[in-house]
């Protein structure tokens, strides 16, 4: 958990997280290229993580497996008939990583808060937004801005960074991410269907179980 001053009770809500399975829609650019991914998502934090990819722009990406079981690997099989297949690839290997070079990884609640704390590190300027309602739930925008150039140089030319928190429990619901100079979110990230400490089963890390 971050030292950023969130609710008391987010907090109690973020330490009592074991697991989770939620889904994930992912849209990603990079200069002209767009990548639009829905993601099944299980994970275990801070070090375990199975993403089905449900529906892709691009093509043949559908039924993807990824698996993260900690270490500096990805194992990953292809959906349809190239199934059976299965490969190991490094961490940010192309074969496995987002068109920005992003980690699957990133998906999970443990970068989100590790995001929060290196923008409190580089003394960002943080605002928590006043309550509002979205789509019936009470959500709290936290809006993060840098100008340092070395935090802007290790983290991917970000500037700003906009996440949406259940007011409730602080969970996350939404992420943008802002490059130098573009007025347009580089990375959004939903989280739906977010279910908690469901009792992920070892199997589902195995790349090849049924989840």
């Not at 849209?27 to 998502?41: A, D, L, M, P």
């Not at 300027?125 to 840098?146: A, C, N, S, W, Y």
């Amino acid at each position: 958990m971050t030292s950023i001053p969130f609710p008391s009770h987010w907090t109690t809500t973020w330490q009592s997280i074991k697991d989770y399975t939620c889904q994930v829609e992912s849209h990603i650019c990079n200069g002209s290229r767009n990548q639009e991914r829905h993601w099944k998502v299980w994970a275990r934090e801070p070090s375990h993580l199975r993403a089905e990819i449900l529906k892709s722009s691009t093509a043949g990406e559908r039924g993807t497996v990824l698996v993260y079981r900690g270490g500096a690997e990805i194992q990953a099989h292809a959906g349809g008939l190239l199934s059976l297949f299965t490969a190991s690839f490094p961490l940010r290997s192309p074969r496995v990583t987002s068109v920005r070079g992003n980690p699957i990884t990133d998906m999970m609640f443990q970068h989100l808060m590790e995001v929060l704390q290196q923008y409190q590190q580089a003394q960002a300027r943080i605002v928590f937004g006043e309550p509002t309602v979205q789509d019936g739930r009470k959500v709290v925008l936290v809006t993060l801005t840098t100008d340092k150039t070395e935090f802007i140089r290790q983290n991917d030319q970000i500037v700003r960074d906009m996440v949406w928190f259940d007011a409730n429990n602080g969970l996350p619901l939404k992420v943008e991410r802002y490059e130098v100079p573009t007025q347009s979110p580089v990375i959004r990230v939903i989280y739906r269907d977010l279910k908690l400490n469901v009792g992920v089963p070892d199997k589902v890390f195995n790349l090849h179980a049924t989840a």
